[in-house]
Structure formats: C-alpha cells, structure tokens
C-alpha cells in the first residue's frame, strides 16, 4: 500500500507561481513512475506530468515550458513547479504514483488562478 498527500495548492494571479508536493508513504520501495493529473469543474481528469524513477520525464502540450516536475527520492517527495500560470490551468490537481502495477491516488489539492 502506498499513501500519498498533496500540498501546496490555493488561489494565485495569472502570471504567478506555485509549488505542489506529493508526500508519499507505505511501501514506497516499489514506487516507479509519478505523476500529476488535473480535473476542472465538468471536464475529465488530465495527465498534466509524470516522472519515472530514473527521471524521465513527460508534460501535457498545455503546460511544456511552464510547469516542471521533479522528484526527491530521499524524501518520498514529487513535485509541480507551476509558473505562469493561467486561468485555465485551475482545477484539483492530483498526485498519482505506480508501484507493483498498481495506480494509487491522492486525495488532491485546489488550484485556482484568478484573472
């Protein structure tokens, strides 16, 4: 079992930044691949980022060149550098994590980007 724990969401102006974090726990020896997903008000959940634990990396097309993601394997910890961001980019954002082929979720964290 793994257990994740988002932070580091709330309201920002257009143009601003924010740092999300993914706190994981459990067995996380197993943890490959993480990411981050988004759902906003009447849409479907979106990859935003993932991460393998060798690094690799992939973005959505919406945010390359805005948001980076990053992992800190010492402390069980992934992240979402998000800047500039844009009123479009409000949603829940969602940490996910894959270990021994099983997908676990977070319970998300609200982003909201004011115009």
């Known amino acids: 079992q793994v257990q994740l724990v988002e932070s580091g969401g709330g309201l920002v102006q257009a143009g601003g930044s924010l740092r999300l974090s993914c706190a994981a726990s459990g067995s996380i020896f197993s943890i490959d691949a993480m990411g981050w997903y988004r759902q906003a008000p009447g849409k479907q959940r979106e990859l935003v980022a993932t991460?393998?634990?060798?690094?690799?990396?992939n973005y959505a097309d919406s945010v390359k060149g805005r948001f980076t993601i990053s992992r800190d394997n010492a402390k069980n910890t992934a992240y979402l550098q998000m800047n500039s961001l844009k009123p479009e980019d409000t949603a829940v954002y969602y940490c996910?994590?894959?270990?021994?082929?099983?997908?676990?979720w977070g319970q998300g964290t609200q982003v909201t980007v004011s115009s």
């Open positions: 996910n994590a894959l270990a021994s082929s099983i997908l676990y």
């Open positions: 991460i393998t634990s060798g690094g690799n990396t």
